[in-house]
T-cell receptor
Framework: GAVVSQHPSWVICKSGTSVKIECRSL??????MFWYRQFPKQSLMLMAT?????????EQGVEKDKFLINHASLTLSTLTVTSAHPEDSSFYIC????????????????FGPGTRLLVL | GQNIDQPTEMTATEGAIVQINCTYQ??????LFWYQQHAGEAPTFLSY??LDGLEEKGRFSSFLSRSKGYSYLLLKELQMKDSASYLC??????????WGAGTKLIIKP
């Protein structure tokens, strides 16, 4: 089945540093990738949607200069949290939507395992 | 506006059956998804319905009524490992997923 990988799975960093998270679709081409954030015991919050080769579309309230998204290829998207602060500590999850017929639907989203970010 | 409603929490007994309901209002409709999320993990895909009716997949079944804007996820022969949050998501006319807040399912022995 479809697999989405995310790296790293855990990050602990000092306040003010930048952190890059990679999201890869391993067995399909992801025309669209999504970045979510989830705080403890809360629902998924969509941060941004990115299509390969174009600029990401950010949700209201998400700072595009702080959360840099690059969707350079059909299998890779990166999220860079710039100048991270303790309030950015969260569970960041990417998901990918592909266009291959083996999926239940061409629009199914498959999730990566997530990245836990702790900013000290 | 677009909205997904599902219960916040449900409790059931191991071996029993539980039905998790979801109602949705979206701009256009391209299907209803159910995902399972264990604590501390990312969601995993469970089911997709775009036509009315019941889709059965092992112990899990999902039902859709488009005219009522209603879906349910049915879990049979509950196991302790089924304790998780179950997320309902409807896809709108722009193929964007509109997410519910999730239903936390607690299984008791």
């Amino acid at each position: 089945g479809a697999v989405v990988s995310q790296h790293p799975s855990w990050v602990i960093c000092k306040s003010g540093t930048s952190v890059k998270i990679e999201c890869r679709s391993l067995d399909f081409q992801a025309t669209t990738m999504f970045w979510y954030r989830q705080f403890p015991k809360q629902s998924l919050m969509l941060m941004a949607t990115s299509n390969e080769g174009s600029k990401a579309t950010y949700e209201q309230g998400v700072e595009k200069d702080k959360f840099l998204i690059n969707h350079a290829s059909l299998t890779l998207s990166t999220l860079t949290v710039t100048s991270a602060h303790p309030e950015d500590s969260s569970f960041y999850i990417c998901s990918a939507r592909g266009s291959l017929t083996f999926m239940p639907t061409q629009e199914t989203q498959y999730f990566g395992p997530g990245t836990r970010l702790l900013v000290l | 506006g677009q909205n997904i409603d599902q219960p916040t929490e449900m409790t059931a007994t191991e071996g029993a059956i539980v039905q998790i309901n979801c109602t949705y209002q979206t701009s256009g409709f391209n299907g209803l998804f159910w995902y399972q999320q264990h604590a501390g993990e990312a969601p995993t895909f469970l089911s997709y319905n775009v036509l009315d009716g019941l889709e059965e997949k092992g112990r899990f079944s999902s039902f859709l009524s488009r005219s009522k804007g209603y879906s349910y996820l049915l879990l049979k022969e509950l196991q302790m490992k089924d304790s998780a949050s179950y997320l309902c998501a409807a896809m709108d006319s722009n193929y964007q997923l509109i997410w519910g807040a999730g239903t936390k399912l607690i299984i008791k022995p």
